[in-house]
């Protein structure tokens, strides 16, 4: 993967209204645009979207491809890897208690989104939660504990109401525990509460 400080010369895209600090290191054919901002520290892999209105705080690692809509707010302790899609007015946090006179700094809490995972627009992501491959994230959840590769979860707190493939189709297992992607014809097994595809 090639990174480019953001001292270099550049080999992404910045909209002149977004702001980028020294520090950072972005991948080749990333794109940002309006008003967004790029905090020292951080890494963003190559061919990332960054939506208008977007800040990417200190020490916060996205992987290859990412796509983070408008109006997100992407905190330290935060890292998403290869294929995350952030929909629009999505929130992280990253302090469990946080009081506006008590500084929490070290206390952060990391939140770890997994290759593929989808959150839909304006959910929650309690920070200190890991969500596995592929899940998608109802827009408007929140959710409050670690999600499963694969689980397709909505509701306040959310829960699981049924599993997705790799390409965002809802999974049913037949009695065997096994499914087919209806877009893809990828196969998939259901064991001891684990989805996975049929050839791993």
């Not at 309006?34 to 990417?56: A, K, L």
């Not at 929909?87 to 952060?108: C, H, L, Q, W």
């Not at 989104?113 to 998608?136: D, K, P, Q």
């Not at 065997?176 to 791993?200: F, H, I």
Request: proline share 4%; net charge negative.
């Amino acid at each position: 993967m090639m990174f480019l400080d953001s001292s270099s010369n550049m080999d992404y895209f910045k909209h002149e209204s977004a702001y980028i600090d020294e520090g950072c290191q972005i991948g080749r054919g990333t794109k940002i645009w309006h008003f967004s901002h790029i905090m020292s520290g951080c890494t963003i892999g190559e061919d990332c979207n960054i939506g208008q209105n977007v800040v990417v705080s200190p020490q916060v690692v996205l992987g290859r491809n990412c796509k983070i809509q408008n109006n997100v707010s992407v905190y330290t302790g935060v890292q998403c890897e290869d294929d995350v899609f952030l929909g629009p007015s999505m929130v992280f946090t990253n302090v469990i208690n946080p009081r506006s006179a008590v500084s929490r700094k070290d206390e952060y809490k990391p939140t770890i989104l997994h290759r593929g995972a989808s959150v839909g627009a304006n959910a929650t992501i309690v920070c200190g939660h890991e969500l596995g491959e592929y899940c998608l994230i109802g827009a408007g959840s929140v959710v409050t504990k670690d999600v499963p590769a694969f689980a397709l979860m909505v509701g306040n707190p959310a829960r699981r109401i049924g599993w997705v493939s790799r390409h965002g189709e809802k999974l049913v297992f037949d009695a065997s525990g096994c499914a087919t992607c209806p877009a893809t014809g990828e196969k998939y097994v259901l064991r001891n509460g684990t989805v996975r595809l049929d050839n791993e």
